[in-house]
């Protein structure tokens, strides 16, 4: 049973061209994470929701926007794609709160192409 | 911020043998620390994890050890098989923020 969902699974986009990359949760978790892991490297935190609360890493690009309408949803948001951000893009849960709330569970994440 | 320095970058191992990853980590108030296994093209998987109040786990052919003093954990897998061959991935979590390590692939030959 899929838990965490990401669509499309493969994205191909142009430099420049706004695209819009989607998560979705069955576990209910309260947060919610973007990673951006290039091509042998490791996966790199772009942000996160812990409820409602947008948590912006430093480094993050202002080109990256994330918006969460409610639990099981979340967006990452490329404005103006460069080829450097082509990447695969990964989704990830975890439950805060008692004894189970230190797992993270990935998507499958989205392979993003600039052309 | 943390900064998680894995070690070695690439293992080659025969069939059977064991293969040993390490991790340091440099902010003492990470508390969790978990394992992942990547293998081309897919999600990193959780293979174990450990916290920061244990010193080791085992889970079959794999455990984990975690020296808080000196602020390094070691992923130790016996019995090495080919369908371990993968990109092995540690990190560090404090306030809920995961800082991985750059990865190790490992290749175990049959």
């Known amino acids: 049973d899929a838990m965490v969902i990401q669509n499309p699974r493969y994205q191909v986009t142009q430099f420049g061209k706004p695209v819009t990359l989607s998560c979705s949760q069955t576990l209910n978790h309260n947060v919610m994470y973007w990673y951006q892991q290039k091509s042998s490297q490791a996966p790199k935190l772009l942000f996160h929701y812990y409820d409602k609360d947008f948590n912006n890493e430093a480094d993050t690009p202002d080109n990256f926007q994330s918006r969460r309408p409610n639990t099981s949803f979340c967006f990452l948001d490329i404005r103006s794609p460069g080829l450097g951000d082509a990447a695969m893009y990964l989704c990830?849960?975890?439950?805060?709160?008692?004894?189970?709330?230190?797992?993270?569970?990935f998507g499958p994440g989205t392979r993003l192409t600039v052309t | 911020g943390e900064n998680v320095e894995q070690h070695p970058s690439t293992l080659s191992v025969q069939e059977g043998d064991s293969a040993v990853i390490k991790c340091t980590y440099s902010?003492?108030?990470?508390?969790?620390f978990p394992w992942y296994k990547q293998e081309l093209g897919k999600r990193p998987q959780l293979i174990i994890d450990i916290r920061s109040n244990v010193g080791e786990k085992k889970d079959q052919r794999i455990a984990v050890t975690l020296n808080k003093t000196a602020k390094h954990f070691s992923l130790h897998i016996t019995e090495t098989q080919p369908e371990d061959s993968a990109v092995y991935f540690c990190a560090a979590r404090n306030a809920g923020k995961s800082t991985f390590g750059d990865g190790t692939t490992l290749t175990v030959k049959p």
């Open positions: 990830a849960t975890r439950r805060t709160g008692g004894m189970s709330d230190y797992e993270q569970y």
């Open positions: 902010d003492s108030a990470s508390n969790y």
